[in-house]
């Protein structure tokens, strides 16, 4: 049997769209390994949202060569789209697919390499024709490009959306990705359904700009009904939202996590800076008292919600007092997580073509100890108020750093290890939260 290989790198958009390649070549009869052993095929999924993503990837590329001497090596994902010159100057890889092309990559591969495709081995191997069969199904079915499991997690990543067009200046993503693109609204259910029923019991609505789904669609449809759709799928599950800009936070969407029984009570929501003119700067439109009211009103109406946010340190232009502004606003919002990137100049963008490679290095590195300082301390701020409560946790499975406790998350993202019963993994435990510990939180498990 062929043997395939898969690696990843980025957001969760670029996880689903690895889903959906790897049940293609399954769907065919290639059989996926995860150990040391050589693949035939070897596909990389690449990301380039900044220049650390760029060497990741291509460091990733020239690792599965090395380890993979005789394997057919395809590239995608985002790198691919600007960068492919890279990529070709690397000896060894053997197809560079498109984003706009990444699920035809069987297409690609048989076109370029026919003995790898079961249909010409049918003679030689009549144990094939399944597999020939199953690839001419997939041609003539558009439901192949969806999902019904995801590997390694009790989390799925759905993605419904992809693109954008909000052009920060700082980001390459509008120019990789291109416009915004929903998916059809029973294509989404089709796949949540299958998701559901294979046993997953947390389905993370995905997109480049979530909030963006439905306003290129005729007629338009909007987030939240695509939400209150799933929710009448039958099963245990939740619903999260993946990351959702500011502006796209509107009262319907609060509403309906107010009332909904399903869906987390929590937001990522970037922030990127807390000063007024770096937003402008950015592209970013709104203000820091339009994002400082917004979650104000989130926490009025949603008492338990976690918010978790995205900041950029070292802007062009960013000055000590701008950095503090952001300072301010993280300490007054208090948020459960900080992601925190240093700005990285990305060829093509608005902000490299105004400041080239302007950085200031020393400047960027105090500013991220400082603010990771703070970030830790709101962190620990927001755990505590949740302390002594019963809270209900999707168990993923043992610790790796203490393997006697189960780890998972509560509805509102906070991170609970506790001791609890044999095979609780992908199972709902009511749990008592006990203690704070930087990076999570312990819990004693309540039973019934």
């Known amino acids: 049997m062929p043997t395939v290989k898969f690696f990843t790198l980025g957001c969760k958009v670029n996880q689903y769209d690895t889903q959906v390649i790897r049940e293609q070549f399954q769907a065919v ?10 693949a035939d095929i070897c596909v990389i999924n690449t990301c380039t949202v900044t220049k650390r993503a760029d060497m990741d990837s291509l460091n990733i590329i020239r690792k599965a060569i090395r380890h993979n001497p005789k ?6 994902g985002c790198l691919t789209e600007l960068d492919s010159d890279k990529i070709k100057e690397i000896k060894g890889v053997n197809l560079i697919i498109k984003n706009n092309n990444k699920y035809k990559i069987l297409e690609s591969l048989f076109l370029k390499f026919p003995s790898l495709n079961p249909q010409t081995q049918e003679r030689a191997n009549p144990q094939t024709r399944k597999c020939a069969n199953s690839l001419t199904r997939q041609r003539a079915n558009p439901q192949i490009n969806t999902i019904s499991y995801f590997k390694g997690h009790t989390r799925a990543f759905l993605k419904i959306q992809d693109g954008c067009d909000n052009f920060c ?13 929903s998916k059809p609204l029973p294509e989404i259910l ?16 995905s997109g480049i700009c979530l909030g963006k789904y439905g306003k290129d669609l005729s007629p338009k449809i909007s ?12 099963g245990l599950f939740r619903i999260r939202l993946s990351s959702i800009e500011a502006l796209d936070v509107n009262d319907e969407l609060i509403g ?45 109406r949603i008492p338990d919600i976690a918010i978790t946010t995205d900041v950029i340190v070292g802007f062009p232009g960013e000055t000590d007092e701008g950095f503090m502004n952001t300072i301010r606003l993280i300490q007054a919002i208090t948020p459960l997580k900080v992601h925190i990137f240093a700005y990285s100049p990305r060829p093509q963008t608005p902000a490299f073509k105004k400041y080239g490679y302007l950085r200031d290095e020393m400047a960027i590195k105090e500013r991220l100890a400082y603010i990771k300082k703070i970030a830790n301390e709101c962190a620990a ?17 043992r610790n790796k750093d203490k393997p006697d406790f189960w780890e998972g998350y509560t509805d509102n993202y906070i991170e609970v290890l506790f001791k609890g019963n044999l095979g609780l993994k992908n199972q709902f435990v009511n749990v008592k939260l006990t203690n704070a510990i930087q990076g999570y939180v312990i819990g004693k498990q309540i039973i019934s």
């Open 29 to 38: 009869g290639y059989q996926e390994i995860d150990n040391g052993s050589p």
């Open 71 to 76: 394997s057919k090596v395809i590239v995608t």
């Open 169 to 181: 200046s700082y980001c390459k993503v509008p120019l990789v990705r291109g416009l915004p693109l």
């Open 190 to 205: 089709y796949e949540a359904d299958k998701i559901i029923k294979s046993g997953v019991k947390e389905i993370v609505l």
């Open 223 to 234: 987030l939240v009904e695509v939400i209150r759709k799933i929710e009448k799928i039958e």
């Open 256 to 300: 309906e996590m107010v009332l909904s029984k399903k869906i987390c009570r929590h937001l990522h929501i970037p922030l990127q800076s807390g000063d007024n003119s770096i937003l402008r700067e950015m592209n970013r439109d709104y203000s820091a008292d339009y994002f400082l009211d917004l979650i104000c009103r989130l926490r009025n």
């Open 381 to 397: 701020d927001s755990k505590r108020r949740f302390l002594n409560k019963e809270m209900e946790v999707l168990v993923e499975g």
